[in-house]
């Protein structure tokens, strides 16, 4: 199961399901719901994006929780909770997480995949950070081709988009 938000999908992100759905006959994507954080799309648009990004994957579910991923990878009937770290920024704080999740639950173990090459740094933040100053062209380097339309329409809807 590999938890997250997802808000948008990254190719960060669809490089680490690509190679996690090699790896398990079923890969489960769950889409944290957390009515409390501002996020840029609803959950079903994010929803939307990852199986447009995952059509060619056919092993892969995209599902919705709320409350604990540790408790939504027992849900789900798994017991590996994929989590994608980059390279010394996301490791300590992954740790401690990995460490709660073993003391709330000793049949999960949470198996840490870093991105390919050049993904490894791009995040759902990052593209939040760029979305006013990028274009096409560069978000061709970060997020999946077919879910940067949907990403520069809301950029546009929210009035965020550069000025030439």
């Known amino acids: 199961m590999y938890p997250g938000s997802f808000d948008p999908i990254t190719l960060g992100h669809l490089d680490i399901m690509e190679r996690a759905s090699r790896i398990f006959d079923k890969l489960v994507v769950g889409i944290g719901v957390n009515l409390e ?22 092993n892969i579910e995209i599902r919705t929780f709320s409350g604990l991923a540790v408790r939504f990878v027992e849900d789900c009937g798994a017991n590996v909770m994929i ?10 704080a ?10 709330l639950s000793s049949k999960v173990e949470t198996l840490f995949m870093i991105a390919d090459g050049d993904l490894a740094h791009v995040s759902s933040s990052l593209i939040k950070q760029i979305a006013g100053l990028a274009g096409h062209e560069e978000f061709l380097k970060f997020l999946p081709k077919i879910v940067i339309p949907i990403v520069e329409a809301r950029i546009r809807e929210l009035g965020l988009e550069r000025e030439n």
């Open 94 to 103: 992954e740790l401690t997480m990995m460490m709660a999740n073993r003391r």
């Open 37 to 58: 954080k501002k996020h840029l799309f609803t959950t079903e648009e994010r929803m939307e994006m990852i199986r447009l990004s995952t059509q060619h994957l056919p």
């Open 83 to 92: 989590r994608g770290v980059r390279p010394i920024t996301d490791i300590p």
